[in-house]
């Protein structure tokens, strides 16, 4: 079966940095995807990754290692705004988009 | 408008009763989706659409219909509800798939059937 893992929560202090893993099993892949979204509200994308190694995008990075079936966010000098929940979803062999259950991340000041 | 709509946000319904949920696009997106979230799940595909006239089954498709008429509208169809329908409904499109399968929601319909 198709399989994504997030952590299900983690907590981290402003100003710090941290990183949200994902793992990945699916039949095939073409991109894996990272949207935030916050409570109440709809998901926004974040990232995408379909080639090895790290993209970054101001605060926020993305790593991926095709080999391993793994990717982690990068989140630095947090926010308060930042608090939400993280998204990992993997693009299959048929372009069909697989969710994880998302990381709820926590800040405290 | 501007990127998706979705109608109602919110909405109780009786068990047994019919109701539709509107989604409409201004982007020309050709694909166009339906998702539920529930609580400590991820995001689980209804049905999708790649394009106008074409629909397709997703991850739980059973008690759900759609149709796509149009590029812009994508109506997803509860035809007698159940309680285990309570959720949050996600419209969403995008451009193609690969680089371009960012997808752009919608606010989302909380939906109660008791």
């Known amino acids: 079966g198709q399989n994504i893992d997030q952590p299900t929560e983690m907590t981290a202090t402003e100003g710090a940095i941290v990183q949200i893993n994902c793992t990945y099993q699916?039949?095939?892949?073409?991109?894996l995807f990272w949207y935030q979204q916050h409570a109440g509200e709809a998901p926004t994308f974040l990232s995408y990754n379909v080639l090895d190694g790290l993209e970054e995008k101001g605060r926020f990075s993305s790593f991926l290692s095709r080999s391993k079936g793994y990717s982690y966010l990068l989140l630095k000098e947090l926010q308060m705004k930042d608090s939400a929940s993280y998204l990992c979803?993997?693009?299959?062999?048929?372009?069909?988009?697989?969710w994880g259950a998302g990381t709820k991340l926590i800040i405290k000041p | 408008i501007a990127g998706i709509t979705q109608a109602p946000t919110s909405q109780i319904l009786a068990a047994g009763r019919r109701m539709t949920l509107r989604c409409t696009q201004d982007m020309r997106h050709n694909a166009m989706y339906w998702y539920r979230q529930d609580l400590g799940l991820g995001l689980r595909l209804i049905h999708y659409?790649?394009?106008?006239?074409?629909?397709g089954k997703g991850e739980v498709p059973d008690g759900y219909s759609v149709s796509r008429a149009n590029t812009d509208d994508f109506p997803l169809t509860l035809a007698s509800a159940v309680p285990s329908q309570t959720s949050v409904y996600f419209c969403?499109?995008?451009?193609?798939?690969?680089?371009?399968?960012?997808?752009?929601f919608g606010e989302g319909s909380r939906l109660t059937v008791l």
């Open positions: 699916t039949s095939g892949f073409n991109g």
């Open positions: 659409s790649n394009t106008a006239g074409t629909t």
């Open positions: 969403a499109s995008s451009a193609g798939t690969g680089a371009t399968g960012e997808l752009f």
């Open positions: 979803a993997v693009q299959d062999s048929n372009y069909q988009l697989i």
